[in-house]
C-alpha cells in the first residue's frame, strides 16, 4: 500500500504566479487534511475535505487559497498570485474514517522569488 | 484556545534516554500524538495515546499523559543518533474532524 503522494517535492514559482500542490491519499482512505509549515516552526491546519466536499476550511487564508478533492484524482491545494510569505513547505495527510490517525505525505516545498 | 507548547531543543548523549515534553489545551482532546520529522522530511507517527490513558510503552518509546496537567511526554530509552530529528506532539480538535494542533516541536540532537 503506497503512503501518501504528493507531487511536485519542490516547486518554484515567481510572485504573481500560480502554484498548484497535488496529494494522493493512501489507498482506501477518503479524508484529506493539508497543512502549511513555515521555516521553523510547526504544522498549522490550513482545510479538511473528503470526497467533493470541504468539511473545515478555518485555517484557508481568505484570499488566494482554493482546495478542492474532487471525486476522481487528487486533491488539489491551489494558491493564486503568490507572495513571498507563502514560501512553506504543504503538507497533505490522509486518513480513512473521521477518528482515524493521519498519515502525512512528504510535502511541497514552495519558494517563492 | 488552541495552543500546544513544547521545549524547543533537547541534546543527549547516545546510549542515554531522552525526554520530550509537550502542554497542550484541549482537555476533550481523545488522542494525542507524536511525530518525528527527519530534515526534508515528511511527518512520520511514532505513537499516540488515548485520553482515558495514563501510559503507552511501544518498543523504545514510553509515552505518559497526566490530563490533570495537560502534560503530555515522549521518553525515549536507550536513544541512537538516527533518532535525531524533529519531535512534534500534536492533540486533535474534533469540531469538524480531525484537525491536528501541533507545537513548534523539539529538535533532538544526539552526540555520539
Known amino acids: 500500500n503506497a503512503g501518501v503522494m504528493q507531487n511536485p517535492r519542490h516547486l518554484v514559482r515567481r510572485r504573481g504566479q500560480e502554484a498548484r500542490l497535488r496529494c494522493s491519499p493512501m489507498?482506501?482512505?477518503?479524508?484529506v487534511y493539508w497543512y502549511r509549515q513555515l521555516p521553523e516552526e510547526g504544522l498549522k491546519f490550513m482545510v479538511y475535505?473528503?470526497?467533493?466536499?470541504?468539511?473545515?476550511e478555518s485555517g484557508m487564508p481568505k484570499e488566494r487559497f482554493s482546495a478542492e478533492f474532487p471525486k476522481e484524482g487528487p486533491s488539489i491545494l491551489r494558491i493564486q498570485q503568490v507572495v513571498r510569505g507563502d514560501s512553506a513547505a504543504y503538507f497533505c495527510a490522509s486518513s480513512p474514517q473521521v477518528t482515524g490517525e493521519q498519515y502525512f505525505g512528504p510535502g511541497t516545498r514552495l519558494t517563492v522569488t | 484556545g488552541e495552543d500546544v507548547e513544547q521545549s524547543l531543543f533537547l541534546s543527549v548523549r547516545e546510549g542515554d534516554s531522552s525526554v520530550i515534553n509537550c502542554t497542550y489545551t484541549d482537555s476533550s482532546s481523545t488522542y494525542l500524538y507524536w511525530y518525528k520529522q527527519e530534515p526534508g522530511a515528511g511527518l512520520q507517527l511514532l505513537t499516540y495515546?488515548?485520553?482515558?490513558?495514563d501510559m503507552k510503552q511501544d518498543q523504545r518509546l514510553t509515552v505518559l499523559l497526566n490530563k490533570k496537567d495537560k502534560h503530555l511526554s515522549l521518553r525515549i530509552a536507550d536513544t541512537q543518533t538516527g533518532d535525531s530529528a524533529i519531535y512534534f506532539c500534536?492533540?486533535?480538535?474534533?469540531?469538524?474532524?480531525?484537525?491536528?494542533?501541533f507545537g513548534a516541536g523539539t529538535i533532538l540532537r544526539v552526540k555520539s
Open positions: 489507498k482506501g482512505h477518503s479524508h
Open positions: 500534536a492533540e486533535i480538535f474534533m469540531e469538524y474532524g480531525n484537525k491536528l494542533v
Open positions: 475535505l473528503q470526497k467533493e466536499n470541504i468539511i473545515d
Open positions: 495515546i488515548f485520553s482515558n490513558m
